[in-house]
């Protein structure tokens, strides 16, 4: 089923769906297919804000697990989502495309801070806008910086493109073969259930202000497919 296109939206990449078929790190030839993708979407007239996480270097919590302090951890992750947005901005610029990385953490001699009216002046402009670096606070997930970015500048959809899931079930398909596929569900519906979309924070901001997110597997066209407005994956909203 085909909806109207969004006219400015936020994609949010996992920092695993980098990893391709490496074990650490960034694959060269995915994130150049990110990269081509987002043009595509980019003629389509469509602006693109992007918010990417760290978890192919680390993980704020994984690291407080190990026994680093989660403050420490977390700043940690934030710092890879940095180098993720840095190389997605490369790619980007080798597929022809005009990125700008805006930082919540103060790096000037490497990014940019983030700057809402200039993030918005960016998008208007045609350019594609990087946030990096989450909220700039520990505690907080990339979830809720896709979540809060979105709204600030005015995003009609977050669009969340996942590492092999092709979007919502009722566990883990890669634990559970067997578990039920959700094609549609509220926002309340999925914080209800215990679903391992996005973290509870994200999901009631979205709720709150009714913005609906897309949750569908990072496989080659469906980002250009979703953004034209075709129903992929699984949608999350609130009537």
Known sequence: MAEEAYQRILLK????????????GI?????????????????????????IGGGN???GAGLARSGIDRVTGDHMGMLATVMNSL????????????????????????VEPYIRGKAIR??????IVIFAAGTGNPFFTTDTAAALRALE???????????????????????????????????????????????TTALSLCMDNRLPIYVFELADGNIRRVAAGERVGTIISTP
Do not use: C, W
């Not at 960016?122 to 350019?127: Q, R, T």
């Not at 009609?156 to 094609?183: N, Q, S, T, W």
């Open 122 to 127: 960016y998008l208007e402009e045609g350019k």
């Open 153 to 199: 500048i005015g995003a009609e959809a977050i669009l969340m493109a996942k590492h092999e899931v092709a979007g919502v079930y009722e566990d883990d398909p890669r634990r559970d073969p067997g578990a039920e596929f959700i094609p549609e569900l509220t926002h309340l519906e999925a914080i209800e259930r215990g679903l391992q979309v996005m973290d």
């Open 87 to 110: 190389a997605l901005s490369d790619a980007m610029r080798q597929a022809g495309l005009n990125g700008r990385v805006q930082s919540a953490l103060s790096i000037e001699q490497v």
């Open 27 to 51: 694959d060269p030839a995915v994130i150049h297919r990110i990269a081509v993708e987002i043009r595509d979407v980019t003629r389509q007239g469509i602006q693109v804000a992007v918010v």
């Open 13 to 24: 990449l996992s920092g695993e769906a980098l990893l391709g078929q490496e074990d650490y």
């Open 57 to 59: 270097i680390f993980r």
